[in-house]
């Protein structure tokens, strides 16, 4: 089993920056690809950005691109999703989700709002 748990959404403005971090419990977090999705009220949570168990294997949706960066620092047991240019539409809670045996995992989610 995988517990996760997310932080470091805040309300920031237009063009600011921001670092999320989720850290998962238990021994196998090195060998687990890992994922951040978003949710924004009235809309389907969506893909966000991918990093492979091994740090590579990175991918990101195209609204983030250029602007997100994922990593992970797995004998911390932790993934970061690094958020810069920040706009409105980017406002949403922010979840990370893994795969373990055939079962997802989620975690509470972390609140970003960008707004002047």
């Known amino acids: 089993q995988v517990q996760l748990v997310e932080s470091g959404g805040a309300l920031v403005q237009p063009g600011e920056s921001l670092r999320l971090s989720c850290a998962a419990s238990g021994s196998s977090f090195s060998t687990i690809d890992m994922y951040w999705y978003r949710q924004a009220p009235g809309k389907e949570r969506d893909f966000v950005a991918q990093i492979r168990w091994d740090g590579r294997g990175i991918a990101y949706a195209g609204s983030v691109k250029g602007r997100f960066t994922i990593s992970r620092d797995n004998a911390r047991n932790t993934v970061y999703l690094q958020m810069s240019s920040l706009k409105p539409e980017d406002s949403a809670v922010y979840y990370c989700?893994?795969?373990?045996?055939?079962?997802?995992?989620w975690g509470q989610g972390t609140q970003v709002t960008v707004s002047s």
């Open positions: 989700n893994t795969q373990y045996f055939g079962r997802s995992y």
